[in-house]
């Protein structure tokens, strides 16, 4: 892959019920980097989709008296939707019942069993149809007289059944060498360290095929069972990619994945199963795996289940999809869980978009239309509170592609708003209504100064806000195609004179 390609995904969500705001917080983050890439000129590809297979969706369509195809075909059409209300900007929806994604499985399949990983035995043990997880004897606890697995809460069930087998614990070793050399390929650096001990303290053979239901990709050499879910949903990010071609330029383009988002609960798979399974097949691994933490409402992770959600939806109906995306990437501390209400959205709104980005957009456009016709000349020089400015800027935006390169977006929401203050500040300072009549040059450098900022927060924004930003950098007249972050290395965003066109209010106060 060309170091200046961009293949990042989303986790294919499971379409076991209607989207949640901890599905809408996987998404936004991972769009939020694909369009940070591509505005610094990467060539990108972003995937999201669905999960169809499993027992956990036989079970959900069994419960809506549906043939499972038909249900998937419903629920997955929720969650394109959920796409565009969300503004995701991806290139592909994939869906595990597709065709292209069969082809690619068995062939995965195919391998594996050439490799010598897979045998035929007896799985005997604790399965979680809502996590289609296995879990170990010592990770299951009772609560209220019910087995749950003590790591993610949910029920589970005793299974005995015919299986085949993928030959994990020959991996092991393999595992760690690779975590090893690659120091980066699990992030947060906390979440790294529990799997390198997970993976330290011995791994079993992992059961690969079920038995007792069919909705599922048979297993090719024997129609009894199907393949356990998480190995065919992994294999969705290669048959995105066309994989088993692999002379197809997607493939070419993207493979090895820059990086899978997901979230804390799936860490195991992406982060051993999957490694391992590639080793296996003969495939290179990932780059990275990001996890992210829980949304919480209170102090539960927000879940259909436990019917503590915050519909997306609703909240993009009343507050915007751009105050939604701001907020759920400001808000959130990207390595673990965060709480978020009704009450900290507004508080956010008013804060951040409105009195901040939105009150600098709004008086330098509406200053520079009621005093200079919407026009601003050449900068004649600059002050020392200019070059403070400017300075101060370099220096925020010095480490911004780094951050984003290690999914600290936290940091970088932080340096891009605190640039925002500095304009703000700087405008108090600098008081172009006073300059008008006393030095009317001055005044000039000071809006092209702050225009200038403006446009550079703006592009710096707009994998969070995209539409709102898109509005300030239409009436500042930048050409799409010079939206990018070429800023970063120096050059300047506008030319020597700056005809800018009216903005109307962008961020509206919540009370
Ligand atoms: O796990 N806060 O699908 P899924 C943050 N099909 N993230 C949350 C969350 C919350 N409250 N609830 C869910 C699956 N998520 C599999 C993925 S990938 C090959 C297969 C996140 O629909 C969760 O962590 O249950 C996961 O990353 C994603 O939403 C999809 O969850």
């Given at each position: ?167 994990l614990s020959a991996w092991e070793k393999k595992l760690l060498e690779f975590y090893d050399k690659n120091k980066k390929f699990i992030l947060p650096i906390s979440r790294r360290n529990e ?174 239309k009621n005093n200079c016709k919407n026009r601003v000349g050449k900068i004649t020089n600059l002050s020392s509170s200019d070059k403070d400015l400017i300075e101060k800027t370099k220096v ?116």
């Amino acid at each position: 892959m060309n170091r200046n390609n961009f293949y990042i995904t989303t986790p294919i969500y499971y379409p076991s019920g209607n989207p949640h705001m901890g599905h809408a917080y996987s998404s936004i983050f991972a769009d939020v980097f694909a369009r940070f890439k591509r505005n610094d000129n990467y060539k990108v590809h972003f995937l999201t989709g669905t999960d169809e297979h499993g027992l956990k969706i036989q079970k959900a369509a069994e419960k809506n008296s549906s043939d499972p195809q038909k249900y998937c075909d419903e629920i997955s059409e929720i969650f394109k939707d959920l796409t565009i209300k969300l503004n995701l900007s991806n290139d592909d929806f994939i869906r595990t019942t597709e065709k292209r994604h069969h082809a690619c499985v068995n062939d995965i399949w195919n391998r594996l069993v050439k490799s010598g990983d897979i045998y035929l035995s007896k799985y005997k043990g604790w399965y979680s149809v809502s996590d289609e997880a296995y879990y170990n004897s010592d990770e299951i606890i009772e609560k209220n007289g019910k087995k749950i697995s003590s790591f993610s809460g949910s029920s589970v069930e005793w299974v005995e059944e015919d299986s085949f087998f993928f030959k994990l614990s020959a991996w092991e070793k393999k595992l760690l060498e690779f975590y090893d050399k690659n120091k980066k390929f699990i992030l947060p650096i906390s979440r790294r360290n529990e799997v390198v001990n997970f993976v330290k303290s011995g791994l079993k053979d992992l059961s690969v095929s079920r038995t007792s239901f069919t909705w599922g990709i048979k297993v090719p050499t024997d129609d009894k069972h199907v393949i356990y879910v998480w190995l065919d949903a992994l294999t969705n990010y290669l048959s995105a990619l066309n994989f088993p071609n692999t002379n197809d330029n997607l493939y070419k383009d993207f493979w090895p994945a820059s990086v899978h988002i997901i979230g804390k609960d799936i860490l195991r798979f992406h982060a051993i199963y999957w490694p391992a399974f590639l080793m296996a097949a003969k495939i290179q691994p990932p780059h990275r795996v990001f996890s992210h933490g829980w949304i919480l409402s209170g102090e539960e992770k927000m879940s259909k289940s436990k019917g503590n959600i915050l519909n997306p939806l609703e909240v993009i109906k009343t507050y915007g999809i751009d105050e939604l995306r701001y907020y759920l990437m400001k808000e959130v501390s990207h390595g673990s869980d965060g709480s978020i209400s009704l009450k900290s959205l507004e508080n956010c709104i008013n804060s951040d978009l409105a009195n901040n980005y939105g009150n600098l957009c709004q008086r330098v456009f509406s200053f520079v239309k009621n005093n200079c016709k919407n026009r601003v000349g050449k900068i004649t020089n600059l002050s020392s509170s200019d070059k403070d400015l400017i300075e101060k800027t370099k220096v925020l935006t010095k480490n911004l592609r780094e951050e984003m390169d290690n999914q600290n977006l936290n940091n970088y929401i932080k340096s891009v708003i605190n640039i925002s203050f500095l304009t703000n500040k700087y405008i108090n300072d600098e008081e172009p209504w006073k300059l008008k009549k006393i030095n009317p040059e001055k005044m000039n450098n000071v809006l092209h100064i702050a225009l200038e900022q403006i446009g550079k927060i703006s592009i710096l924004l707009n994998p969070l806000i995209p539409k709102k930003s898109s509005l300030v950098l239409d009436s500042l007249n930048i050409d799409p195609k010079l939206r990018n972050l070429s800023f970063l290395d120096g050059k300047n965003l506008l030319g020597d004179k700056v005809e800018i066109k009216d903005l109307n209010i962008l961020f509206k106060k919540v009370s």
